[in-house]
């Protein structure tokens, strides 16, 4: 029924169902506990027989009403709130893999992301490769083993701004008989849902367009529920065969299709704890009470902003998919059909020096390190987010040393414009 109210509907509406003379807006239960008449209720919670809430670690009726809404913006059957955008990548794989295990990757994603497939599983005992997500099936095949437990891959790439192409990851990963699992943080469930071409998890960092004000980092991870654990039951034993810690209990066979998101609740959360704070909940739905309205203000500045710097003598190239002819336009038009984000990159005519005077004769629009929010920002990615990267990682990952990061806000875009516009004439001057 909820799936079936319009996205905007519930953007506004969704979650937070108050009962006869409950609060209308949705409360922050600012309690890290919850109390119970009886010994034995709340044993029953403990043994996951019985649900409700017992402490904040795990669940937390804030948190709980806007993992819903934000499950039945991407069509999914349950969604888990995490403490930023990187707990929730971070869960997403950790709950159907460990040491010994393998995924693959494309390269074209977030430079924390990177690092944390890259670097910090590795130390974990979990491997991982990279691929060129452009590359024909066959190639990408190759880097597939018995031991590899998930594809991932992003929507719209940060900071490369390439569209991936779902449907095609979806085949090779189900031809592995292992999920799909993308984040879809620039693209949000208004411009894309990546269920509805076969992705099997969506995560998000929730810090950027959901909460679209810069307020609270977070981070969700939601579940389509369409995966079948039980068909590869050798592959994921941790859903499928007794969990010792939650007496002998197996989560495919208590949970059916909330199994993945019962288990990254009671065993993840419990173990790992990386929640998010109702107060921040709280912002994010404040936040998502609009993103309906921001979303598309957010693509039509972007798209007046790309077709301007397009025609810029100073402006070596623009990357954005929603120019015809970009690179990532034919998926933009496939995936993206009603706008893909506010976010950007581009390159110069001139050096290093000439990208740096452009970013700091800009007056309205600020250097800082965020993307998506409702002021428009830039970033150098090379000297900001991605400076741990070697020059080979950096193009490897999609990034040019010159590339410039603009994320187009909602103000009035003709500010936004003459902005760029003076900056731009700035940059050539000595
Ligand atoms: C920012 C970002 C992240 C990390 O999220 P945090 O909330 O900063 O931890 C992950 N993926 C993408 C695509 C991002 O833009």
């Known amino acids: 029924m909820e799936n079936k109210l319009k996205r905007g509907t519930l953007c506004v509406q969704g979650g937070w169902k108050p009962k006869n003379g409950e609060p ?7 309690s890290t506990t919850f109390k119970y008449d009886d010994s034995e209720e709340m044993a029953k919670l403990f043994d996951l027989e019985a649900t409700g809430y017992f402490y904040t670690r795990l669940q937390n009726p804030t948190n709980d009403a806007v993992a819903q809404k934000i499950a039945d913006l991407e069509g999914g059957v349950g969604a888990t709130l995490t403490s930023s955008g990187q707990a929730a990548n971070f869960y997403a794989i950790f709950n159907i893999c460990s040491a010994g295990d393998h995924i693959v990757t494309s390269n074209e ?9 890259g670097v910090t599983l590795k130390k974990l005992g ?11 099936e066959e190639e990408i095949q190759k880097a597939f083993r018995p031991n590899t437990k998930a594809m991932f891959g992003e929507t719209i790439s940060n900071p490369g701004c390439n569209v991936l192409d779902i449907e095609k990851f979806a085949r090779i990963a189900h031809g592995n008989g292992v999920p799909l699992i993308i984040d879809n943080t620039f693209a949000t469930p208004i411009n894309c849902r990546p269920f509805e071409w076969g992705c099997d998890i969506v995560t998000h960092s929730t810090t950027k367009y959901m909460d679209g004000h810069a307020t609270a980092v977070g981070g969700v991870v939601v579940d389509s529920g369409n995966f079948d654990w039980e068909a590869h039951a050798g592959k994921f034993p941790g859903l499928t065969t007794p969990d010792e810690s939650y007496h002998g209990l197996t989560y495919t066979k208590a949970f059916g299709k909330m199994a993945y998101t019962t288990k990254l609740v009671a065993q993840l959360m419990r173990d790992l704890g990386s929640i998010q704070s109702p107060q ?10 609009t993103l309906h309205l921001r979303m598309p203000q957010h693509c039509r500045n972007a798209q007046a902003v790309a077709e ?30 009603e706008g893909s984000c506010g976010v950007m990159s581009l390159g110069l005519k001139g050096d290093r020096d000439t990208a740096i005077r452009f970013m700091d004769s800009l007056k309205m629009i600020n250097i800082v390190t965020h993307v998506a929010d409702a002021r428009t920002c830039v970033l150098h990615p090379a000297s900001h987010t991605h400076r741990q990267l070697t020059d080979e990682q950096l193009k490897e990952a999609g ?5 410039i990061r603009l994320s187009v806000g909602i103000e009035d875009v003709d500010d936004i414009i003459a902005d760029l516009r003076q900056a731009l004439d700035k940059s050539v001057q000595k």
């Open 399 to 403: 990034i040019a040393p010159d590339l």
């Open 24 to 30: 209308r807006v949705l409360p922050i239960i600012q």
């Open 126 to 136: 979990i491997e991982c490769t990279f691929v060129n997500p452009d590359a024909p």
């Open 280 to 289: 921040n909940a709280f912002l994010l739905n404040l936040g998502l009470e």
């Open 109 to 117: 994603i977030y430079g924390g992301t990177y690092n944390l497939f």
């Open 308 to 337: 301007f710097l397009q025609e810029n003598e100073h402006v070596a190239w623009v990357h954005y998919c929603g120019l015809k002819g970009d690179k990532a336009y034919e998926l933009g038009q496939k995936y993206l059909p």
